[in-house]
Nanobody, 126 residues
């Protein structure tokens, strides 16, 4: 069982920054692929960024490329999402997710992740 708890959401003006944090409880974090997803009202949950457990390779959605950075700290069982140059269209509930399969392929789709956090709200005002 893996428990994920997100924090760091809030209200920010366009052009501002936020850093989301996801703390994982349970054993094995260093062998999980980790991802961030977001869901805006009336829309499907969408991929934002992911980081592999082996080598730490990262993947970003085109919509956030160059603005968001995902990173992980295995010693602290934490994955971070640094969000810069925020736009109103980034407004959503942001979810942290874990893929515990130990696969070398880092998934970018919702269905490939087996544990999810409760989400944290990010609101960007114009």
């Amino acid at each position: 069982q893996v428990q994920l708890v997100e924090s760091g959401g809030g209200l920010v003006q366009a052009g501002g920054s936020l850093r989301l944090s996801c703390a994982a409880a349970g054993r094995g974090f260093s062998s999980y692929n980790m991802g961030w997803f977001r869901q805006a009202p009336g829309k499907e949950r969408e991929f934002v960024a992911a980081i592999g457990w082996r080598g730490g390779r990262t993947y970003d959605a085109d919509s956030v490329k160059g603005r968001f950075t995902i990173s992980r700290d295995n010693a602290k069982n934490t994955v971070l999402l640094q969000m810069n140059s925020l736009k109103p269209e980034d407004t959503a509930v942001y979810y942290c997710a874990a893929d515990t399969s130990r696969g070398l392929f880092v998934p970018t789709v919702v269905g490939d992740y087996d544990y999810w956090g409760q989400g944290t709200q990010v609101t960007v005002s114009s």
